[in-house]
């Protein structure tokens, strides 16, 4: 299985912020969309990452305040990226490695899509049900005794 295949159940909204915006208002977003990440963007190029993490870090920083703290100076500047060829095993060993909780998906300098552990962790728990379930159909087809020993 391939990042192409979870982005393509996943779908395509894409939440990004510019490093020059204030701290707060990323969070803001975070908090009302839902999400643990955004994706850093400068002038049409990935530049770096924001999460949860990031977020708290910033806050233990800086005694619980964001004041006018701005994205950039809380951001991850070298984020784990992946590609829509990259396989699933590798994104799993990647993610584990770093701690990385989310990781955007690039085609060439073209964010295509953020991938999360919950995603790639979903994607494994399908894959195994549906394997399992074509095993059990498989085990319950099986041949009994006389119908292995009749002639044919």
Known sequence: MKVSDILRVKGGTLFTVRPDQ???DATTIMADKDIG???????????????????????????????STLVRSA????????TLETELD?????????????????DRRTLMGVISFYDV????????????????????DWPGEDQASAPQ
């Open 121 to 140: 962790a979903k994607a494994v728990v399908d894959s195994q049900n549906f394997e399992n379930k074509l095993l059990k159909a498989y085990i319950r």
């Open 22 to 24: 204030p701290l707060a």
């Open 90 to 106: 590798e994104v799993r060993r990647m993610m584990l490695e770093r701690h990385a909780r989310y990781m955007p998906v690039m």
């Open 37 to 67: 990440s955004l994706v850093v963007m400068e002038h049409g190029d990935l530049v770096g990452m924001l999460t949860f993490r990031e977020v708290m870090l910033s806050l233990v920083k800086n005694g619980g305040s964001l004041g």
């Open 75 to 82: 951001m991850d500047d070298h984020p784990l990226t992946c």
